[in-house]
């Protein structure tokens, strides 16, 4: 057996062994704490663990699993609340009450619970990796649909049970592999949090997310399958408007990961996503999310295994040809878990204290989004929006920085606007979508065949505007001519009236593509015919300037 | 029999290290005998093998490789705890400072304390009144919040500090017991006494438990502080089922003294020298706020700290405004124009203010009152960023009119001087006053119904002569 040698922070060290491998999960000291190996060498293994380690001994035992850190797939994941390794949080407060004890051992999805399971394939059938074979219903919204692992290597249908309710464990399924050996499947599965699921093939994202809110809808849209970044300061938003579209967006199931973020938040989301009914389904929304809180006081290990953890439940159920986005806020304490796990390990630092390896892990979660045709033959989308969390507000520091280069909308909050109380306070001049582009089809064909048209008239407005406060900075707008003095106009009704938007207000708080197109024709058909107005106004007293 | 070791075998600033320990775990607390007699904590930072890294809280002063003898206590540092400690002074470690002997403890707590489960939580949801204007319709404190206070050194903060304190209407109408708790760390003399003397006056004295860590007094104590504060105010919430406003001054200095045990540990420094950690740090004193299923207790903070150089971007604030439900900032210039409380409005917020106001709690009024008063501040600030270059004389009439708005904003809103109570209508009143000395077209935040309602320009010109 194994045995402690040093314990700093959440980090731990045993000597002199070759019985771990690297990401392997392991049991930590009497009270079996969770724990991932981060290092090997020829003298030291590390260990970091996922929960507190006050009281660790050295001398104590370390506990080998086999197997990497891995997340339990299965049906009774939606509907439900974990801490950052997959651990249930209501059941955690069975066990241990309001606060959190260590070393609780509980399984991920309820192993009591029985499902109305159709097995969906016959003896004979010949089935391969990511084929789907039992579904059930997990909650009133969403079919659970269990698939193939995508490591399986296929093979025929031996047994299957008749129709009927089973637990997460029950062996529903055998099937005999090519090589002749037999396997038992069963509701749940297991799959290494840190390697992402493979599909098929990537797909483009042509169809928007559509999110109710009009400044992202119109100005700033995103496809499914895309990647955004929310950054802004402390007060500026990001928590709201990630509320906002986890409520309001159109996707099939909402994954929000609560990572290093505040308790009385979670608590918020708790309460309100089960009073909230969902407009397209008349069910509560709690019946389409999936919660991993792990808030800033929870171990700093577990922060940092809480965004792939919440990225693997994604891609579980995209892989059953779901659309799902995840609200990862924040990133940047998820970076600062990084960072501070490096320096325990005395890595040599790179910018601000942050480790060398930041861009590449911050790219590994941003490519794990995308459109893809799955292994079973559907078609199904992750689409990642991240907060950001820039210290002192400045977007030059380096999770920002690089987070920037890995995707393709950067939704960037503004202290100003949000002192206006003017939100979403998303500043329409530093932030922007590349995927306008892609998704020029939907819009003409769906909403109306101007809608781009018209959103590029209202982005011009806006644009003008911008170059035209220089000048009203220095000498107000009485010095500007009529015409530019239209032009400030109208771009405050745009300000005001269109990209504002009252998220406590029953009509407000969502918005159709329908009608954001009506408001926008509205305000350019006004400039318009204003403009007009203006330039016949000038006509007459021109004429009868001559005349006079 | 317990062990004891004779000796060290290195001293660096406030740690110390031991050889050739037994059965020592991470986190435990130590107790160190000088030569003369005298005791001080030690908890353990780091183990290797047979290897113990320990701070000494007291400081290594005095300390000697060879004049101490070390006994390890087997659990992590633990505060004993009662309903009697209202109305005690303890040191910064959780020991009596003011002659009146140890309490006799009805519990022991680990003061780290564990993180509450967000299932556990109960949203809060109750609002403080304050007597505060500025922070009653603009900013409101929730029961169960942590709202802290960015001030800078000069700054009004603790006088505000002390008025909350003395008018919050934090209890119950039921009669539930109310009581604070005050963590001083790193604070001068004065400010200590200050406060001290502010509960006296009030008759508040026997309500609160005061744990003091001086300027002067060792840093790592400094470090103890706001977790023994804390853990005390947990205990009286959450036990006793308590309403507690926490009140943590100067968090600052607190960081100061992670940043210095941190470097003399050897750490790789984040910003500013900072440890990396800071921001779990911080977050492990600010998250133990809120209010428990089961416990009809809560636990209130309002932790200040002092932006060094006025800056609100320095890591302190920085990462303070990340963690905690939003900050009232103090400003310099309205303090220097004579304004208390100096409150700057426009980058104050309470996250937590939407879900607490409104009908049935404030009046339903409150939260366009408020968005249009931000807005319409908001616009005072261009005007007069404007009126600074081409002066004011040659300003639009609207503009002309926000210059006005502001000045009446600052002089009859926010200044309202330390001894009055404003009740919450008095407060939405004197705001729908002030916005209607604006005309009604500026007025974007507002529905038609309010606006007819409340919208009263002659009233407010009686009021404002």
Sequence with gaps: MDKIFSINGPVVKVKDTKTFSMQEMVYVGSKRLIGEVIRVTSDYTTIQVYEGTTGLMPGEPVESTGAPMSATLGPGILDNIFDGIERPLKKLEELSGAFIADGANVSSVDPEKKYDCTITVNVGDKLSAGDIYCTCPETQLITHKCMLSPLSKGGEVIWRAPDGEYTVNDTVLKIKTQSGDEQELTLCQKWPIRTPRPCRERLPGTRPLITGQRIIDTVLPIAKGGTAAIPGGFGTGKTMTQHQLAKWCDADIIVYIGCGERGNEMTQVLEEFSELIDPHTQRPLTDRTVLIANTSNMPVAAREASIYTGITLAEYYRDMGYHIAIMADSTSRWAEALREISGRLEEMPAEEGFPAYLPSRISEFYERAGYVKTLGGSEGSVTIIGAVSPQGSDFSEPVTQNTKRFVRCFWALDKSLAYARHYPAINWNSSYSEYVGDLEEFYCKNVNENFIDVRQQISNILVEENTLMEIVKLMGTDVLPDDQKLLIETARIVRVGFLQQNAYHKDDTYVPLEKQYLMMKLIVDFYELARKALSHMKRYFRSAGRTR | ?465
Aim: net charge negative; aromatic share 8%; glycine share 8%.
């Design chain 2, 1 to 465: 029999m317990e062990l004891k070791y004779v000796g060290l075998s290195e001293i660096n600033g406030p740690l110390v290290v031991l050889d050739k320990v037994k059965d020592v775990a991470f986190d435990e607390i130590a107790q160190l005998q000088l030569a003369d007699g005298t005791q001080r904590l030690a908890r353990v930072v780091e183990v290797e093998q047979d290897k113990a890294v320990l701070q000494v809280f007291e400081g290594t002063k005095g300390l000697s490789l060879t004049n101490t003898t070390t006994k390890f206590s087997g659990k992590p540092m633990e505060l004993p705890l009662s309903k009697e400690m209202l109305g005690r002074i303890f040191s910064g470690s959780g020991k009596p400072i003011d002659g009146l002997g140890d309490i006799i403890p009805d519990k022991y707590m680990d003061i780290n304390g564990s993180p509450l489960n967000p299932v556990s939580r109960t949203y809060p949801r109750n609002y403080i009144n304050t007597g505060i204007s500025s922070i009653d319709a603009l900013m409101t404190l929730i029961r169960g919040q942590k709202l802290p206070i960015f001030s800078g050194s000069g700054l009004s903060h603790n006088k505000l500090a002390v008025q909350i304190a003395r008018q919050a209407k934090i209890a119950d109408d039921n009669g539930q017991g109310f009581g604070i708790v005050f963590g001083a760390m790193g604070v001068k003399n004065d400010v200590a006494d200050y406060f001290k003397r502010s509960f006296e006056e009030t008759g508040a004295l026997e309500r609160v438990a005061m744990f003091i860590n001086l300027s002067n007094d060792p840093i790592i104590e400094r470090i103890l502080t706001p977790r023994c504060a804390l853990t005390c105010a947990e205990y009286l919430a959450f036990e006793l089922n308590m309403h507690i406003l926490v009140i943590l001054t100067d968090m600052t200095s607190y960081a100061e003294a992670c940043r210095e045990f941190s470097s003399s540990k050897g750490e790789i420094p984040g910003r500013k020298g900072y440890p990396g950690y800071l921001y779990s740090d911080l977050a492990s004193i600010y998250e133990r706020a809120g209010i428990v299923k089961g416990s009809t207790g809560s636990v209130t903070q309002i932790p200040i700290l002092t932006m060094p150089n006025d800056d609100i971007t320095h890591p302190v604030p920085d990462l303070t405004g990340y963690i905690t439900e939003g900050q009232i900032v103090m400003d310099r210039h309205l303090e220097q124009t004579g304004t208390y409380p100096a409150v700057s409005v426009l980058p104050s917020l309470s996250r937590l203010m939407k879900d607490g106001i409104g009908e049935g709690f404030t009046r339903e009024d409150h939260s366009m009152c408020a968005n249009q008063l931000f807005a319409a501040y908001s616009k005072v600030q261009d005007a007069r960023a404007l009126a600074s270059v081409i002066g004011e004389e040659e300003l639009s009439d609207g503009d002309k009119a926000y210059m006005h708005f502001g000045k009446l904003f600052e002089e009859y809103f926010i200044n309202q001087g330390f001894d009055v109570n404003r009740s919450i209508e008095e407060t939405l009143d004197l705001g729908w006053a002030l916005l209607s000395t604006l005309p009604k077209t500026e007025l974007d935040r507002v529905d038609e119904e309010h606006l007819k309602k409340y919208y009263d320009p002659n009233k407010a010109k009686t009021m404002f002569q």
